[in-house]
């Protein structure tokens, strides 16, 4: 199985070519491009919580609306937390 | 969508570990019902419901008004997803906590079409599980934070 940032990159690559099944205007990838570098020159990724420093807790709803809380998933063992933007 | 899937796979792994796995999106819990549903996964799917702990981890940035125009073209509308009328955005992260509450791994990226591998957590769990069971105790924050790489200064 390919790795993550394989598949990424092979998405990344049909998505950008303009070619269908996405048909993505060039217009439309530039401003994503600038978007991601500006992004990138805010310095905001440096700013971001890092190794060492203490994870806030959280107790947030689940798909099926069951709360969850970050300090009883502790209890269990180490937590892995993905932060994902969206499915859209 | 790719980086849930990628979760999954290696979800058996991490659970044989002892640890759990969480992903938090800003998006309402309508569309993280389907989505679980859809992807079949085992581990939850949290809504991060305006952004509140993200804001915490320090990873919210507000989407350009020039891509917000381009994403509303789409039919992307955060709005209606996120009820997010701001048009903010978690940047991808991805952190390994450990049983004291600290940080022990942080792959953070601007640029979101770079993810760190999820064979990376396995390996990073591992190194936390073994100092674990050599120790018998539990880990302790901050003194070997060298040991698990921090992605964010690329």
């Not at chain 2, 992307?76 to 049983?99: C, G, N, Q, S, W």
């Not at chain 2, 999820?118 to 050599?134: C, D, K, N, W, Y």
């Amino acid at each position: 199985m390919a790795g993550l940032q394989e598949r990424l990159d092979e998405f990344k690559k049909a998505f950008e070519s303009g070619a269908p099944p996405y048909n993505a205007p060039h217009e439309a990838i530039e401003r994503m491009h600038r978007a991601t570098a500006e992004l990138k020159a805010s310095g905001l990724e440096n700013g971001a919580l890092k190794v060492g420093d203490r994870a806030p807790s959280f107790t947030l709803f689940n798909q099926d609306h069951v709360p969850v809380a970050s300090t009883d998933l502790l209890r269990e063992g180490p937590l892995v937390v993905s932060f994902f933007r969206g499915h859209w | 969508m790719m980086e849930l899937e990628a979760l999954q796979e290696i979800h058996s792994q991490v659970s044989g570990l002892g640890a759990q796995i969480v992903v938090l999106t800003p998006e309402l819990e309508r569309y993280t019902r389907a989505l679980h549903n859809k992807l079949n996964l085992t581990y939850d799917i949290l809504t991060d419901l305006h952004l509140t702990t993200a804001e915490e981890f320090r990873l919210v940035f507000v989407l350009p008004d020039y891509l917000r125009d381009l994403y509303k073209s789409f039919g992307k509308t955060l709005d209606r997803f996120h009820d997010e009328r701001e048009y903010r955005l978690p940047m991808p992260a991805r952190y390994v906590i450990d049983m004291e509450g600290i940080i022990r791994a942080a792959g953070v990226n601007a640029d979101y079409t770079i993810r760190p591998e999820p064979s990376e957590i396995v390996r990073q769990l591992r190194a936390l599980t073994i100092r674990l069971g050599h120790t018998g105790d539990s880990i302790r924050g901050g003194k070997q934070s060298g040991e698990c790489h921090a992605n964010t200064s690329r």
